[in-house]
């Protein structure tokens, strides 16, 4: 049986938690007098929502998932720390990560001085289900999924998602940061099926706000507790709440833009496979391609000297010659075909 207490770090489990003002006091009142807050009313003066109620209950009915079952960070890149130092004792425990994946995973795991297990991934990306959990020792807390995978593009196979989540004893983080581009449902489905699943997603890429930095964590209410229990008391700040509720109410501009995204993504690819210096344009489920190319690093100097800025891939494993190109507007897309096209 999956016991939460068993896999999060001693030292967590016992710690008492920072109690804000406003956790201590709920509710509404004329005088506060509680935070040491400046009374003049400038929009800002006051702390947020430490819970972001409000905004977990926007995301709750167009995720279909419970409040709480939803965590809320500063970024995805909060939640991956977190967990990270939730539930793995520095020096002593392990954390299994597929590799090319996205680096933020390894780049925390050895902030906080915790053990990185690499696998690879076949040579079509995907994910060995025998070979990751073979990697795995009695150590192993977090196993650090990612689909689609950046920067491979594809999403890793159902099946093998859920033997991995059955299988493992730890936790399962299954990051879906592109989920919106792709016609898969994505885990969040599967929440209240495994214990041990926790899921990452964002509003820095289909909803168009990387600059506010709003990661969403869906995972079992014993989990969200942990973190909860752990994070910056105010870790959201009111500016990033409310630009959040707003472009939630948009959601039809948002499936827009994902709609103009993958059409683009499919027209670049053609024109890509048509340039003779593009070897290979691997197939994606996200918002970029993966594309195997004659002398890439050669190519994307050339790239950047012409004003063109693609991400060089091409020293990551299984990513020989690759660079990761993002879908941009049609006018974006047609200065890089035209580019690489006259190299
Ligand atoms: C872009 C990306 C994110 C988003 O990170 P934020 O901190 O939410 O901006 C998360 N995971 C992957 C795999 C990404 O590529």
Redo the contacts with the bound molecule.
Sequence with gaps: MFDINQLVRKNVLNLKPYSSARDEFKGQASVYLDANENPYPTGYNRYPDPHQIELKTKLSKIKHVDVENIFLGN???EPIDLLIRAFCEPGVDNVVIPQPT?GMYSVSANINNVAIKSVALTDQFDLDAAQTLAACNANTKLIFL?SPN?PSGNLLSDSTVKKILKDFTGLVIV?E??IDFTQHAGFVPDLSQYPNLVI?Q?L??AWGL?AI?L?ICFASKEIVQVLNKIKPPYNISLLSQQVAMEALSQEAQKNEWVKQIIAERTRLENELQKIPIVLQVYPSAANFLLVQIKDAALVYHKLVDRGIIVRDRSTVILCNNCLRITVGTLEENQILIRELGAL
Excluded: E, I, M, P
């Design positions: 970024g995805s890149d996205y990612c950046n990051d940061a592109y990452l964002t820095s890429k990387a930095r990661g």
